[in-house]
């Protein structure tokens, strides 16, 4: 069973702070990990994709991407009460042929502390 | 440039009934995912589709559930006689090939 994991926190981090959101995978065939943040009541949107490992920086995100410990993570500097939310690590695999799967894991919720 | 849409936004269905989602891909995108969120829980994938394919279905429950995307028109996920443990956000995603892939803002199902 390929699974996607996180803990589900919450995790809480004062205003101002870096917030740090792990994720592991167990499909060595993943290409593809996206992070995904969800309000509650509302649908997930994208904050990062990333492909390759290293770091990858998009404003006040930076993802990182191991694929030898299978493991992504997510940085957020500067955490504003705006930022809490659950976050949602996914992994996508291709499935040849054009095809393609993607497997979320459940989720870290995050407070941001004011 | 419209993204995903997905309709009704909310559904309410007494116990036995049928419910039908649809899902309209973004403009350009082939490939259509369903996923459902029972509350406090995280995003359970249901089924894979390509025009006129479906390309997995392993999440699908057997029976009572089944989706489609024709060539022409919205994909639909049908429920058949729906129970009470059916109530839950189902979200619609799609996908250019392999790409970044957008989710809809959900039909929320509630069934009495």
């Known amino acids: 069973q390929k699974e996607v994991e996180q803990n589900s926190g919450p995790l809480s981090v004062p205003e101002g702070a870096i917030a740090s959101l792990n994720c592991t995978y167990s499909d060595r065939g993943s290409q593809s990990f996206f992070w995904y943040r969800q309000y509650s009541g509302k649908s997930p949107e994208l904050i990062m994709s990333i492909y390759s490992n290293g770091d990858k920086e998009d404003g006040r995100f930076t993802a990182q991407l191991n694929k030898a410990s299978q493991y992504v993570s997510l940085l957020i500097r500067d955490s504003q009460p705006s930022d809490s939310a659950t976050y949602l690590c996914?992994?996508?695999?291709?499935?040849?042929?054009?095809?393609?799967?993607?497997?979320f894991g459940t989720g870290t919720r995050l407070k941001v502390l004011a | 440039n419209a993204g995903v849409m997905q309709n009704p936004r909310h559904l309410v269905r007494r116990r036995g009934q049928e419910a039908r989602l649809r899902c309209s891909p973004m403009k350009g995108h082939s490939h259509v995912y369903w996923y459902r969120q029972l509350p406090e829980e995280g995003l359970k994938f249901m089924v894979y589709?390509?025009?006129?394919?479906?390309?997995?279905e392993s999440g699908m429950p057997k029976e009572r559930f089944s989706a489609e995307f024709p060539k022409e028109g919205p994909s639909i996920l049908r429920i058949q006689q729906v129970v009470r443990g059916d109530s839950a956000a189902y979200f619609c995603a799609s996908s250019l090939v392999g790409d970044t892939f957008y989710f809809g803002p959900g039909t929320r199902l509630t069934v009495l």
């Open positions: 589709l390509q025009k006129e394919n479906i390309i997995d």
């Open positions: 996914a992994a996508g695999t291709g499935g040849g042929a054009g095809t393609y799967k993607y497997i």
